[in-house]
């Protein structure tokens, strides 16, 4: 019986080696697939995440309006990253009082989550320029994450456009 190495070892050592490459190292190709070049409906399918919904057609959020969202006193919670307010609300235990995350809650995290911090300076400041590429890809990450998760209620912006109603931050509570 042999010791050494024969030519089936080599050939099963060169099958993993090329799956290892396959599966964990190789990047996905950037090239459209065959069924996108030839129009076919499945490049047409429903999104796959919330984070692939368009969400032009939702409500415009300020940063003003946005903090009522704060799942205090039963509110929704509603998390700002990239222009985009999702509902996390059905993640109160991360983000609603007490979670980890609760500074997030009702406000714009889109540099928060390119610093990967919780600090308050970093929230509300949807302006993402100056933040390295490690930076963004930490806020693109965060943000599909939260797009996996939660689904997509409105847009943020600066001032609203004129056929927006008023948000329910105007309310008043009773003593």
Same mark, same amino acid.
């Given at each position: 019986m042999a010791t050494g190495f024969g030519l089936d070892d080599i050939i099963v050592l060169a099958l993993a080696a090329a799956a290892i490459w396959?599966?964990?190292?190789?990047?996905?190709? &950037?090239?459209?697939?065959?069924?996108?070049?030839? $129009?076919?409906?499945?490049? !047409?399918? *429903?999104? =796959?995440?919330?984070?692939?919904?368009?969400?032009?057609?939702?409500?415009?959020?300020?940063?003003?309006?946005?903090r009522y969202y704060d799942g205090k006193e039963g509110r929704p919670i509603y998390?700002?990253?990239?222009?985009?307010?999702?509902?996390? &609300?059905?993640?109160?235990?991360?983000?609603?009082? $007490?979670?980890?995350?609760? !500074?997030? *809650?009702? =406000?714009?995290?889109?540099?928060?989550?390119?610093?990967f911090s919780t600090e308050l300076k970093y929230l509300d400041d949807p302006d993402i320029s100056g933040l390295s590429s490690a930076e963004i890809d930490s806020m693109r990450t965060f943000y599909n994450m939260l797009g996996s998760k939660y689904p997509p209620v409105g847009r943020l912006v600066k001032t609203k456009s004129k056929d927006q109603v008023a948000a329910p931050a105007?309310?008043?509570k009773s003593d």
């Open positions: 396959y599966f964990f190292i190789r990047k996905p190709s &950037s090239k459209p697939s065959a069924a996108e070049e030839a $129009g076919s409906s499945e490049s !047409n399918s *429903a999104p =796959r995440s919330y984070a692939e919904i368009p969400c032009s057609n939702l409500r415009e959020f300020t940063l003003e309006e946005l998390i700002a990253i990239c222009n985009r307010v999702v509902d996390a &609300s059905s993640g109160a235990h991360l983000y609603g009082p $007490g979670g980890q995350y609760e !500074n997030f *809650a009702g =406000r714009d995290i889109s540099r928060a989550a390119g610093k105007a309310q008043t």
